[in-house]
């Protein structure tokens, strides 16, 4: 997961300046990739502290030592996403990406899958809140969900497969009433079920 983080300084004057970044669960290493790119704009328009020596090296490599800033630019958006979702927007905040990376490592998913998941309930907070109060789990396909749900409460009284009237039982009519009371987001490794 990573996204590409571009100066808005450099846009403004018609050059595109950025770079890929890797999402990440740590705001402040994300914050320190986008600064370094800041700082190598060519239309810098604010000065910021010296990031390897904070003015207080006097043979710095950054700032000459001595001086404390080093020119930047100052303003950045997101002109793309590769494994995040886009909804998180131009100017997401790189709280809400960290957060966003955390979800997928908590829930052992892929960018993508959590994107899709994201993009169903529409916001990573909302998303956050049904994986920790509905989510069910990730099973083949709904139908496939229904069927275990379905066997597992026939076997709690004792009607196994072979049992005369398990042949009555309708798995798709099941399924189909199952719809109701949850809901479903595909994913690339099958589909995720939420209690309604």
């Known amino acids: 997961m990573r996204f590409y983080a571009a100066c808005l300084a450099s846009y403004n004057n018609g050059v595109l300046h950025g770079r ?19 700082r190598e704009s060519r239309f810098p328009n604010v000065m910021v502290k010296c990031p390897k020596c904070d003015g207080r090296l006097e043979l710095c490599t950054v700032c000459g030592g001595g001086s404390r800033e080093v020119p930047s630019a100052e303003e ?10 886009s909804s998180l927007g131009e100017y997401p905040g790189l709280d809400k990406i960290a957060e966003f990376v955390e979800l997928c490592e908590e829930h052992d998913m892929t960018g993508e899958d959590m994107a ?18 509905n989510f069910v789990g990730v099973h ?42 949850a809901s479903a987001v595909e994913l690339d490794q099958g589909v995720a079920i939420f209690h309604a």
């Not at 950045?76 to 979702?85: C, E, K, Q, S, T």
């Not at 899709?116 to 109060?133: D, Q, R, T």
Request: glycine content about 2%; cysteine-free; charged content about 30%.
């Open 20 to 38: 890929w970044i890797d999402a990440s669960s740590d705001a402040d290493e994300m914050q320190e990739e986008v600064s370094a790119m800041l």
């Open 76 to 85: 950045w958006a997101v002109h793309d996403y590769d494994g995040l979702p």
């Open 140 to 181: 083949e396909s709904f139908r496939a969900y229904a069927e275990e749900l379905a066997d597992e409460m026939l076997s709690a009284h004792d009607i196994k497969a072979d049992h005369p009237l398990s042949q009555y039982f309708d798995y798709e009519a099941y399924a189909r009433d199952l719809t109701h009371s």
């Open 116 to 133: 899709a998941i994201v993009s169903h309930f529409g916001s990573v907070e909302y998303a956050k809140e049904e994986l920790e109060n």
